[in-house]
């Protein structure tokens, strides 16, 4: 089984210089406590935006990884923003489920934490999210 954390940190400001010098430390310590393989995706990729925002493109990583074959049923894949801060690393943020993704404080969901167990459900979650004809009709 394969475990991948990413962050998709392209900044342009000094938001990198807080990234690259607290978060991105972090984020390795987590992985190297947990096993996981840690992957940066920064300005230097050009990753273009996809649907007017680079937020959609943490999902076009996942489907790109489960179409190419690198991940294969059972191997996990967590993606954080490049703004959260893992303030206990050695708490592992997988669960056992086939999905997961964060709750703030203020009970708002949102994709700033989003985790999966790679089966045929959340093939099917990552396929019905990016689907064009489904964006287009809601």
């Known amino acids: 089984m394969q475990k991948i954390l990413f962050v998709i ?8 210089e807080i990234f690259d010098k607290y978060i991105s430390p972090r984020n390795k310590k987590y992985c190297e406590i947990h096993g996981f393989q840690y992957v940066e995706i920064r ?9 007017g925002s680079h937020t959609w493109n943490k999902w076009l990583v996942i489907r790109d990884l489960i179409n190419s074959g690198k991940l294969q ?3 996990i894949i967590i993606n ?6 893992i303030v206990k690393p050695e708490i592992d943020l997988t669960t056992k489920k086939s999905f997961s993704y964060a709750i703030d404080s203020c009970n708002s969901h949102c994709n700033s934490l989003i985790s999966f167990k790679i089966d045929d459900w959340t093939k099917n979650l990552v396929n019905g999210i990016l689907s064009d004809e489904r964006w287009e009709r809601l």
């Open 43 to 51: 300005s230097e990729h050009n990753l273009p935006p996809f649907r």
């Open 73 to 75: 049923n059972d191997d």
């Open 80 to 85: 954080i923003d490049a703004d959260q801060f």
């Open 9 to 16: 940190a392209a900044y342009n400001d000094y938001r990198q």
